[in-house]
């Protein structure tokens, strides 16, 4: 992948100022794109009891909010220059909206992409919509 552009990343840093982050100081960002080029950000929210909202699903349930179902590109952006790679549970999120030419990106605190992969690399022999009896 080329360097993300200057929109991208400005959506992202601000998207993770906006986090809310008090328990582990590790704000995150995610900016879920859809197959008509829409982009929608979203931040890490963190609750007292430990169980907030992961900015991959943040990002995910405004692009269904705004009526799109197909991702071409996740982009998430930890607080530093380490890897900051999807949960276990958004790697699922992700690959419910996802195609096999889906790419997701980790970018440093900084832009730089550090990481791309497919969603076969991050969940492999995922289980799909597509694995569901037809209703």
Do not use: W
Not at 52 to 57: D, P, R, S, V, Y
Not at 100 to 105: F, Q, S
Not at 117 to 125: F, G, T
Request: aromatic share 6%.
């Amino acid at each position: 992948m080329t360097a993300p552009n200057a929109q991208l990343v400005a959506q992202l840093a601000s998207a993770s100022e906006n986090a809310y982050a008090p328990y582990s100081r590790h704000p995150v960002a995610a900016v879920a794109e859809s197959e008509d080029g829409a982009r929608f950000a979203g931040a890490n929210v963190e609750v007292a009891h430990y169980k907030g909202l992961c900015a991959e699903a943040s990002a995910l349930a405004a692009m269904v909010t705004a009526g799109q179902r197909h991702l071409t590109a996740v982009y998430v952006m930890g607080p530093g220059e380490h890897l900051c790679t999807p949960c276990g549970d958004c790697r699922q999120r992700i690959r419910e909206f996802a195609t096999p030419d889906t790419r997701i990106h980790v970018l440093s605190r900084q832009g730089a992409v550090l990481k791309s992969y497919r969603m076969e690399a991050l969940l492999p022999d995922a289980f799909g919509p597509e694995n569901l009896p037809a209703s």
